[in-house]
């Protein structure tokens, strides 16, 4: 009867590990693929940056207190925010599901003398990354079907940080839908 225990125990071991493995190997597969992603579209922004904005991607650039003077909490601020996007999409995709176009987001902030850049990448209209740096910290988010797959980075402000990067991804998408009036 032992032995069967052992056995069991045994089998059950080696199922939990081999779960495991699998469940860590799809992981690295996502994140190799959203890595893939980023690297095409980095090298589109290049591109179009370096091409008088040819090559089927385009951008809109929101720009706050371009002066740089203290403001509402008297503190100096500025802000840049590129939104790139698809520029071969049909109407009917675009009609359908207009948050398809966005490809990427490129947020540069300075606060007081505190700098803060952060990125977020959109496939099909889902968040599949976003990266965060500032305050001596830096942060990677890994998504997967609008759920967080993997973060790297500490912080101790990870909760935070996680709830800001989620709320601006979907008020990005929004602003691009106001800037192209869809």
């Given at each position: 009867?032992?032995?069967?225990?052992k056995i069991i125990t045994l089998a059950f071991i080696i199922q939990m590990?081999?779960?495991?493995?699998?469940?860590?190997?799809?992981?690295?597969?996502?994140?190799q693929h959203i890595r893939q992603i980023y690297k095409e579209v980095k090298?589109?922004?290049?591109?179009?940056?370096?091409?008088?904005?040819?090559?089927?991607?385009?951008?809109?650039?929101?720009?706050?207190?371009?002066?740089?003077?203290?403001?509402?909490?008297?503190?100096?601020?500025?802000?840049?925010?590129?939104?790139?996007?698809?520029?071969?999409?049909?109407?009917?995709?675009?009609?359908?599901?207009?948050?398809?176009?966005?490809?990427?987001?490129i947020e540069k902030a300075t606060i007081s003398k505190q700098k803060i850049?952060?990125?977020?990448?959109?496939?099909?209209?889902?968040?599949?990354?976003?990266?965060?740096?500032?305050?001596?910290?830096?942060?990677?988010?890994?998504?997967?079907?609008?759920?967080?797959?993997?973060?790297?980075?500490?912080?101790?402000?990870?909760?935070?940080?996680?709830?800001?990067?989620?709320?601006?991804?979907?008020?990005?998408?929004?602003?691009?839908?106001?800037?192209?009036?869809?």
């Amino acid at each position: 009867m032992k032995s069967l225990h052992k056995i069991i125990t045994l089998a059950f071991i080696i199922q939990m590990l081999s779960t495991s493995v699998l469940l860590q190997a799809q992981q690295n597969s996502n994140i190799q693929h959203i890595r893939q992603i980023y690297k095409e579209v980095k090298d589109r922004i290049a591109f179009a940056k370096e091409n008088k904005f040819e090559g089927g991607i385009y951008c809109n650039i929101l720009e706050e207190n371009i002066t740089n003077k203290a403001w509402i909490n008297n503190k100096t601020s500025h802000s840049t925010k590129e939104f790139w996007y698809e520029g071969s999409l049909s109407n009917e995709e675009l009609e359908e599901n207009p948050k398809l176009a966005l490809l990427m987001v490129i947020e540069k902030a300075t606060i007081s003398k505190q700098k803060i850049y952060s990125e977020y990448l959109y496939e099909k209209g889902e968040l599949i990354f976003a990266f965060y740096k500032g305050k001596a910290q830096e942060l990677r988010f890994y998504y997967k079907n609008g759920k967080l797959i993997k973060q790297l980075g500490k912080s101790k402000q990870s909760n935070s940080a996680l709830e800001l990067i989620n709320d601006n991804a979907k008020k990005y998408q929004n602003i691009l839908l106001a800037f192209s009036g869809l």
